[in-house]
């Protein structure tokens, strides 16, 4: 899921299609299809790879990594600035999910933090809201263990064996006065799944750029 | 899919407990099922009937129409009300999908429309937008066809045939001044599909509220 964006990646490399194709979509998997603003994307969001060979350096199956990682450097960099740039963002999100049954159970909790208007607006109002959190975790149907869930917000373990640690309170909404925040939900069943998604916070400036938009 | 509530449906008939069940399943669907303010519901969202059998009527299966009737009116009136109250709302919006291929294509699509960040906040700021509309049913993942889908907000038919017809627009905008507002989508897929839910208008207030709260 992007967010109603466009976007072209070039390289003045030798690279055959399929061998593009691929180095994009595993670049764009962990990048432009972990962001979201408010959710919305678009039916025409889509982006694309040009491989001019221009340069006299060839990409093959040995060294497509090395191709990989830069569209990955590339388009993770973009795709922070279409999370930075979303209406009325005043900060950056990234929201890790670990202890997860599988990598789609992660990813689907992952999405559902990051959409939570609820969560959005705490960090927004700089609250360390582990309870929306759990609560985004716990609805988003993924497998979840709240009794060895645990919520990290910054450095900061605010929550753990299913029992918050309020005196980290404190601490962790001076972490969230800050514009890159760090949040981590493990969901507890002890499993391999871990996922990452880019979100901003939701603010009132959010509903005014929107509001007072004209067709 | 309700939205953080314990709701509870009582009565003084006698009902065998499979058929109030029962009753209140098919009372509860399109009620408290049909809701939405901001997405976000509780892992513990629960609605219970209770029958005392205190009055000497007694309902079985020839009746339980009777009671499937009188439980949705009642589950209809609180569940827009949880609606009405929700955070910041000004506005309830009642959506209609029709046209759909399936009854879960069209559940989807309304739940699509009723939760897009920026649906509401165009209504919340009186503006027409069908494109919106469109744009949510469109990426909702239900079968969708553009160019037989049709808008309508209130009384006004805003988009047809794959065409807007802005003419309305001024109408469309004055009726969107109001607090009780239905809006339309036809998917264009000529299918039986029809769905129903209600939703509110996303407001600064929202984010005011839920920002300034504290854990």
């Known amino acids: ?8 990646v070039m390289t003045d490399a ?4 399929p061998l593009l194709q691929r180095a994009l979509t595993e670049a764009v998997d962990g990048t432009f299809n972990a962001i979201t603003v408010d959710g919305e994307c678009s039916t025409n969001d889509c982006v694309f790879a040009l491989a001019n060979g221009a340069a006299d350096v060839g990409i093959d199956e040995g060294s497509c990594e090395v191709l990989v990682r830069a569209f990955t450097a590339v ?5 922070k600035d279409i999370v930075r740039g979303g209406e009325g963002a005043t900060k950056l999100v990234t929201v890790r999910v670990t202890g997860a049954l599988t990598g789609d ?7 559902a933090i990051a959409n939570s208007p609820l969560v959005k607006t705490a960090i927004h ?3 360390p809201n582990w309870g929306r959190l759990v609560a985004a975790a716990g609805r988003s149907g993924s497998a979840f263990s709240i009794d060895r869930a645990a919520v990290r917000i910054g450095p900061l373990p605010l929550f753990s064996s299913g029992a918050p640690h309020d005196e980290l ?17 493990d969901l507890g069943t002890g499993g391999p799944g871990t996922a990452r998604m880019w979100t901003c916070d939701l603010s009132a400036e959010y509903v005014r750029i929107n509001a007072e938009y004209r067709t």
């Open 1 to 8: 899921m992007m967010a109603t964006m466009l976007g072209c």
């Open 14 to 17: 030798r690279v055959a299609p």
């Open 75 to 79: 388009c993770e960099r973009m795709a």
């Open 105 to 111: 159970d992660a990813r689907r909790a992952a999405r």
């Open 125 to 127: 109002g700089g609250d």
């Open 169 to 185: 309170a404190p601490d962790a909404a001076a972490y969230l006065r800050g514009d890159d925040i760090e949040i981590e939900v």
